[in-house]
């Protein structure tokens, strides 16, 4: 019940997607006392006019009544959207903070690789959930889906017949999907959401930002109980209102204006959750290539876009934390986070990845773009073919200078001091800035920088004749140590800094190299006796 909470906001991230969690499952119960998960047909006969008298399938008819007839139906059918929209936009934010702070790191690989996996079933969860009302959209996604199942070599033509129950659409797709849906999924949601939220994050230290006194042995923050808990219940107030108020203010899959279902029928301007876009988006731009050998065809715009993409995407994810330990050797435990700024190389790919994954989802949408701005489609389309690919390389060179440039004003600022934005004129006429020196707090926090954030493989060097040893000859190693190499692209911290201590006395502080947490801050002779930071 002392456990302490650091109190930085990004911690609440992953607290969003928990309370969303909750809220989807409350809605949910709510929502399956009145939804008829079959495909039988019926007649409506409801209070939607311009549906009546129209054959559907029940699954449709029943989300009509919950929309029109139930008490409350609508609004608890449109909070259980909204909230699983947050929940992934939660989800993606909570990742992409871990992966730019390095909170994958050693004791933290099996909780990252839980969150991925977290993340892949909510995004099915999602996908499945939409697709059950049986309206002309959804069925459009299962229609993609089924496209998808038969792409598949050797075994695709038997898994869609499973699947569907005989032929497109058969009869048997929508309480299947429902039984995954409110079932299977979930269960295992409720057995990884505390294992990786509670469990292991209970038997763990908390990780934190650099700052003055914090060290992998101590964290600040508050205590469990009781202010953790009171701070934690009131969010979660906040989280539900949000979500209520999105849900009733802000319309969201209506479909009484889409209608039932029909194979033969097709929208213009179909568009599937954000969270979907980036699969929508490479199916778009994938060119019509096909492999044609030993009598079979392989549709390589089908399976590229559809399992290649989102294959490559969430693999990397899994096994980036590896990847980065066996590249820089990194093996110690670590509580204390790292400043994206500080691992150039890793906010390279970082960004790169985001903007791959935006310029699909962006290709999602290429009809409406094209309508909206009156440009060709098929402009469109090269347009981001081309972007998809030279997008994330920008992407890596760009996001990775800022980073580099933002540790040179780092180091200046230690050497220099803080601009002050006051400008003086001096007897000679000369113009300058006044610049204050940096205090303890400002400096512990850029001197906490891991030096080198990789370690140099040193066994894989030429030695003095540069000659290779056995080892450093393999293929492995001459890639390992050109990453290597650019995972230790980091600028250096300057010999000495100009401090200002907490009684506002003024020194120069000599910076030495650490143990490689951090930088190990020394006075310089004659300047604030035996005192040691780190």
């Known amino acids: 019940m002392r456990k302490v909470f650091p109190d930085h906001w990004t911690f609440l991230l992953g607290e969003i997607a928990m309370y969303c969690f909750f809220i989807i499952i409350a809605s949910g119960i709510f929502l399956t006392f009145f939804f008829k998960p079959s495909s039988h047909d019926v007649v409506y006969n409801g209070h939607y006019m311009p549906l009546r008298g129209i054959t559907m ?31 992934l936009a939660s989800i993606v934010a909570h990742m992409l903070r871990n992966f730019f702070t390095g909170a994958f790191r050693k004791p933290r690989e099996v909780n990252w690789l839980i969150g991925v996996t977290l993340f892949i079933l909510v995004l099915l969860n999602g996908l499945f959930g939409y697709s059950l009302p049986d309206d002309l959209l959804s ?62 994050t209970w038997r763990q230290t908390h990780t934190q930002f650099p700052a003055k006194g914090r060290t992998n042995r101590t964290v600040q923050g508050k205590p469990f109980w009781p202010v953790f808990i009171v701070k934690t219940s009131a969010f979660f107030m906040w989280v539900f209102g949000f979500v209520a108020l999105l849900a009733t203010f802000f319309q969201i899959n209506p479909i009484w204006l889409f209608g039932p279902y029909e194979p033969g029928s097709i929208s213009a301007g179909s568009q599937p959750d954000w969270y979907m876009g980036f699969l929508e988006g490479s199916l778009r731009i ?122 040179h004003r780092d180091r200046h600022m230690l050497e220099h001091g803080v601009e002050t934005g006051v400008i003086k004129r001096l007897p000679n006429g000369e113009y300058v800035e006044v610049e204050r020196p940096v205090d303890e707090e400002e400096a512990a926090v850029v001197m906490a920088r891991r030096v080198p954030p990789a370690r140099p493989l040193l066994e894989m060097q030429p ?41 506002g ?21 004659g300047e604030g006796g035996a005192r040691q930071a780190h």
């Open 57 to 87: 399938s029940e699954a449709y008819e029943s989300t009509l009544r919950i929309s029109f007839d139930v008490r409350g139906g609508l609004l608890m059918r449109q909070i259980h959207h909204w909230a699983t929209i947050v929940f």
């Open 139 to 200: 069925g459009t996604g299962i229609r993609i889906l089924e496209g998808v199942l038969l792409s598949l070599p050797l075994v695709g033509s038997y898994l869609s017949f499973f699947l569907f129950g005989g032929e497109f659409p058969g009869n048997e797709i929508i309480p299947r999907l429902f039984t995954i849906h409110v079932l299977l999924i979930p269960g295992i949601l409720l057995a990884l959401l505390p294992l990786h939220a509670v469990v292991l």
């Open 286 to 407: 994938m060119p019509a290539w096909e492999i044609n050998a030993f009598g079979h065809t392989l549709p390589m715009n089908v399976i590229v876009p559809a399992l290649v993409v989102p294959g490559v995407l969430f693999t990397g994810l899994a096994i980036y934390p590896f990847l980065e330990r066996w590249v820089t050797h990194d093996y110690e435990i670590h509580h204390l986070l790292d400043r994206p700024r500080d691992v150039p190389a890793r906010v390279g790919i970082g960004m790169a990845g985001v903007v791959f994954y935006a310029v699909l989802w962006l290709a999602g949408g290429n009809d409406i773009i094209a309508k909206t701005f009156e440009i060709p489609l098929f402009t469109t389309t090269w347009i981001f073919r081309i972007a998809v690919i030279v997008g994330p390389i920008l992407a890596f060179v760009i996001s990775r200078r800022i980073a580099l440039g933002l540790q």
């Open 463 to 503: 030695d003095e004749h540069g000659v290779l040893s056995k080892q450093g000859r393999r293929p492995t190693a001459r890639v390992k140590v050109k990453l290597n190499h650019v995972y230790r692209d980091v600028v250096d911290l300057p010999h000495t800094a100009r401090i200002r201590t907490d009684d």
């Open 505 to 525: 006395r003024e020194e120069h502080l000599a910076i030495t190299s650490g143990d490689g947490q951090g930088a190990a801050v020394q006075p310089t002779a």
